[in-house]
């Protein structure tokens, strides 16, 4: 059994662990009625030869037992309706509603459960067996199991109350495992939720045409270009090293020839010296006169050689020095005078020491002169090698610098540890997986067991009669009483089958002036299985009219009506009840028609197949119900917007879609509201004279009966008050039927009417009265000031172009999907932004639609500066020149000129200056026309989304941008915490808590 419960006329169905949080599609087949149809008769085919079921066949109730004593809650005819449902044999109570036919059920299942007695309740709705099971549970509070909800509860406090929902009880029973369960589930939403997939996914997508294998082709041209530039410049400075070494050794050399110069110029100096002193000593012996003759001339020629040894050691050193000097004026060095200074100082020894150390730094530089040009050579050769090598060209060189600013390298390197990390994250989740199907398998295996042992501890078993049907556990067990709720609306088949589940007594409550049983379309046309499946149990046992079942005495009428005022009671007995019911409540219920007379055929007009058909959509009812719905909900309780026809009831939904209540608001047929009430009542009758309303009629007739049926069933939903649409002209045209009964209470007072052709257009300063209906219907239909029109799939896309054709100052427009085919409206965009108009539109983010969507909303990005993209978007808005306001459920930029078959899309246009004023300020169309800039990285965030839960949700600008693989978690909340779903914001009187 699926896990799934009904919350503000939402179902709500729990997914299995690791589903998608978006793009989930809840399929649900269509009842098989064949299968259901052939378990009731194979059902039946094995009846005892005593059954109750028998009565049907003999067309006779049971005599009802005594009176007994009366229960102070109950009036007189609920207590023997109680005593019906308490006794043994088949009786039937006939309660029209309000009469307090749950009331009874209630009073009898207490009876029933304190003497020990095992019930089956069933009705054909799901509402209205919760409006009992609710009433058992306020009233005997029953300890978990003794009564028992079968099926997928319409009430929440049903649906969720552990004492009584089957599915809670057997979770109860399962607790351990699904606690392991819910830890699984728990494990595998934070792998998911971490899962390294989306940084790959992303990874892959940026990489999407990078060749790293080309990309390092294109990295080794580069590396030899920045290695001849090294090279390059190694050359320059090896070659200056090689110039400065030059320049060492040339000094060297002038140092070493220096030196030289110096030895020589100090030999020199020193042979002077001794020439002049062997010439001294030559003179002086020459002087000499005292020696003899001989000693004197030997010691003279002694001199005199000396002096010519000497004169010659003399010019061997002038000679050195001179070559000394040549030397150093071929190698263009000067020699200053202090070398001179130097030279008459210095000794042999210094001089030498000198020419020495001169020597020593000459070789010195002479060998590093060498090692400069050896290295200036090397260099030389690598960079005429790196030259040589294939060079990158400037393509090569941008693409390098793109892949590297997108950091597309490292990424690649990073790819296979995120492909790694994938891979053994989709391995855990798989295990967790496998234990959670394991897991699911074992429950869903012993669930069966658990609910049948369920169901046969339990004193009262609630359900509905398709499920009592299908669920065989429930089928083959034996039951001392059977109750049926709305059993009118039941097929006799149906019926029988539950009955047959009785061993002492069943009862059969309804009214046959509400629906009847539905039929399906595939049954065969033969007369027998026409009469089995379209008549009601009322009709079989002789119960047409108020007297012959007030005389039955199987049957108790309650004719006590409990749910509404007199001015209800008065309608239901002047079309259904012929007088019967008498008003017990003594508040009023109001009844007004809204009068559609008069406002043309465009919008009042209805739109039929064929000329001959009945059922029909307008749009002033869709409109009308619409506003009425918004403005009554919260504020006065709950809505429901009833109509005869699928198709009326289909194009209001989808016009509520867009509306803050939308969800909470009740729309349908009167089939779909049999069993229900509501505190306001909206009847679209869809009725110009021709439709199934006016038809319906006492009599024979079985489709005028049911018009008056569908007709009863609308109106009496109702608690506090029931707007009637319709067309005033056809009612007062009838002088009998529901459209007659509306012409006498009108002519009377009792019904008001109200022309919405007198509200539209009424301004505040002419405002009707407060506190008067006229004022309520004023206030709920202002936001639609002068209405132009509605129009459908086929119309709207050339009648909102047009608008923006001719727009002068501004264009705002909410569409989720940007598609294909709105390529001419987009053109009429862009021309409106190019000739100065202010064109903004707001989308749905990438990653809430499909690819194809995707690459137009990107083109329309690129054509418009102005698009705004928001978070789970629904709405479908354009504004024009802050006058003309197109709303409704069509996606204006993705929808077909000419679409096809299914979905009936429409648009209201209205020409009202506050309204538009009144959609922008709801919309938030300033914080929208100003994106701020993110704090993080600077790009303008064109992103917007509604976080955090009520009542302090909060819109909030969101960057998004790809930051390093990620996207930038910066946020931004918008400086006024005001728009959807505020006090003070709505423009169609939408209470605060809306």
């Known amino acids: 059994m699926i896990d799934s419960e009904v919350v503000d006329g939402v179902l709500r169905v729990r997914t299995q662990s690791g589903a998608p949080t978006q793009g989930l599609s809840f399929w649900v087949p269509a009842m098989d009625l064949r299968a259901s149809r052939t378990a009731v008769l194979e059902g039946l085919s094995a009846l005892a030869p005593v059954n109750l079921v028998h009565r049907f066949d003999q067309q006779r109730l049971d005599p009802l037992p005594p009176a007994g004593p009366c229960d102070p809650r109950l009036n007189a005819a609920q207590q023997r309706a109680s005593d019906a449902c308490c006794a ?60 028992i909800r079968v ?46 997939q989306r940084r790959l996914a992303d990874s892959e997508a940026k990489l999407a045409g990078f060749d790293p294998s080309e990309h390092r082709r294109r990295q080794a041209r580069r590396d030899n270009q920045h290695r001849a530039q090294q090279l390059t410049a190694q050359v320059q400075a090896a070659a200056l090293h090689a110039a400065e070494a030059e320049g060492n050794l040339k000094q060297a050399t002038a140092d070493e020839l220096l030196a030289h110069l110096l030895v020589a110029m100090v030999y020199e100096r020193i042979a002077r010296h001794d020439r002049d002193q062997a010439a001294q000593g030559l003179a002086e012996e020459e ?29 061997a050193k002038r000679t050195e020095r001179t070559a000394a000097e040549a030397r150093l004026r071929q190698a263009g060095v000067e020699v200053s005078h202090a070398l001179y200074v130097q030279a008459q100082a210095a000794t042999i020894a210094q001089a030498h020491e000198w020419a020495a150390h001169a020597e020593l730094h000459q070789s010195t530089a002479a060998r590093a002169k060498e090692a400069a040009a050896e290295a200036l050579a090397t260099v030389r050769q690598r960079l005429n090698i790196a030259a040589a090598a294939a060079q990158p060209s400037e393509q090569d060189l941008k693409l390098l610098s793109e892949a590297e600013v997108r950091g597309l390298p490292q990424l690649h390197e990073e790819l296979s540890v995120l492909r790694q990390s994938a891979a053994e994250c989709d391995r855990k989740i798989r295990e967790c997986q496998t234990q959670h199907d394991r897991l699911v398998t074992d429950l869903a295996d012993k669930r069966p067991g658990m609910q049948a042992a369920l169901i046969a501890e339990a004193a009262v078993i609630a359900t509905t009669l398709s499920m009592l049907t299908l669920k065989k556990m429930i089928a083959a067990t034996a039951f001392d009483i059977v109750i049926v709720d709305e059993a009118a609306a039941a097929s006799l088949p149906e019926l029988m089958f539950a009955v047959k589940a009785a061993r002492t007594g069943a009862t059969l409550l309804g009214d046959y002036l509400q629906n009847g049983p539905f039929v399906d379309p595939s049954l065969p046309k033969e007369d027998l299985i026409k009469a089995v499946y379209t008549r009601d149990c009322f009709e079989i046992f002789g119960l047409t009219d108020p007297a012959t079942a007030s005389q039955q005495p199987g049957c108790v009428v309650l004719t006590e009506q409990w749910r509404f005022g007199r001015e209800l009671t008065e309608l239901a007995n002047r079309v259904a009840y012929r007088g019967l019911l008498t008003a017990k409540n003594p508040k009023t219920c109001e009844i007004v028609l809204v009068d559609t007379d ?7 007009g209805i739109r039929r197949a064929r000329p001959d058909a009945v059922a029909g959509t307008w749009p002033i009812g869709a409109l009308i119900a619409r506003a009425l719905a ?68 006492h009599g024979s007739d079985a489709w005028k009966l049911q018009g008056l049926r569908l007709f009863n069933v609308a109106t009496t939903r109702a608690r ?24 006498h209470m009108i002519d009377a007072g009792t019904i008001q009417r109200v022309l919405a052709s007198d509200l539209l257009g009424i301004d505040e300063a002419h405002a009707p009265v407060e506190e008067t209906v006229h004022h309520d219907l004023w206030s709920a239909l202002q936001p639609y000031i002068r209405l132009v029109g509605m129009y459908d799939e086929k119309q709207i896309t050339a009648e909102v172009q047009q608008r923006v054709d001719s727009a ?14 709105s390529l001419g409206l987009q053109d ?64 204006i930029l993705s929808h077909p000129r000419r679409p096809a078959e299914g979905r009936h899309e429409v648009m209201i246009q209205i020409d009202s200056a506050r309204f538009a004023r009144q959609i922008l300020s709801f919309e938030l169309a300033n914080q929208m026309r100003n994106p701020p800039r993110c704090e993080t990285c600077g790009n303008t965030m064109t992103e917007a989304k509604e976080a955090g839960r009520s009542p302090d949700r909060r819109w909030l600008w969101y960057c998004g941008r790809m930051i390093n693989g990620e996207p930038c978690p910066q946020t931004l909340e918008f400086p006024e915490r005001t728009g959807r779903n505020r006090a003070g914001s709505a423009p169609l009187k939408r209470n605060s808590t809306s």
Request: aromatic share 4%; proline share 4%.
């Open 88 to 147: 043994p044999g088949l009786q039937v109570v006939w309660g029209p509603p309000g009469t307090g036919k749950t009331h009874v059920i209630v009073n009898a299942i207490e009876r029933l459960m304190t003497a020990g007695k095992r019930v089956l309740l069933v009705s054909n709705t799901n509402v209205a067996v919760d409006n009992a099971v609710e009433g058992i549970i306020n009233r005997l509070a029953p300890t978990a199991g003794r009564v």
């Open 808 to 821: 002068a100052s501004s264009v705002w427009m909410w569409s989720p999907w940007v598609g294909k085919h």
């Open 720 to 743: 506090q008050r029931l707007y009637l649409i319709g067309d005033g002209a056809a009612i007062r045209r009838r002088g009998s039927g529901p459209l007659g009964a509306l012409r």
């Open 630 to 697: 918004e403005y009554h909900h919260p504020r006065d309780g709950s809505v429901g917007i009833v109509t005869p026809y699928k198709e009326q009831a289909e194009t209001t939904q989808e016009l509520l879609a867009e509306s803050a209540c939308g969800p909470a608001i009740e729309v349908g047929t009167a089939h779909t509201f049999q069993g229900r009430e509501c505190d306001i009542v909206v009847f679209d009758m869809v009725e110009d004279g021709r439709g199934w309303v006016a038809k319906g009629a």
């Open 151 to 196: 099926g997928t509860p319409r009430i929440t406090a049903v649906a969720r109350d552990e004492r009584v929902s089957l599915n809670r009880l057997v979770e109860a029973r399962q607790r351990t495992a699904l606690a392991r369960l819910s830890r699984l589930e728990d494990s595998i939403a934070e792998l998911q939720s971490n899962h390294p």
């Open 598 to 604: 008069g406002l043309g055929r465009a919008l009042s």
């Open 828 to 891: 009429s965009l862009v021309a409106a932004h190019a000739r100065g108009v202010e064109v903004r539109v707001m989308a749905l983010p990438e990653k809430e639609i499909n690819a194809e969507v995707r690459a137009t909303l990107n083109a329309l990005r690129a054509r418009l500066p102005h698009v705004v993209l928001v978070h789970k978007m629904h709405q479908k808005i354009v504004v024009v020149d802050l006058r003309w306001t197109f709303v409704g459920s069509m996606n």
């Open 287 to 315: 002087r000499t006169t005292g020696l003899s003759r001989a000693m004197s001339a030997m010691r003279r020629r002694q001199a005199r050689g000396a002096a010519h040894r000497a004169e010659r050691e003399l010019d």
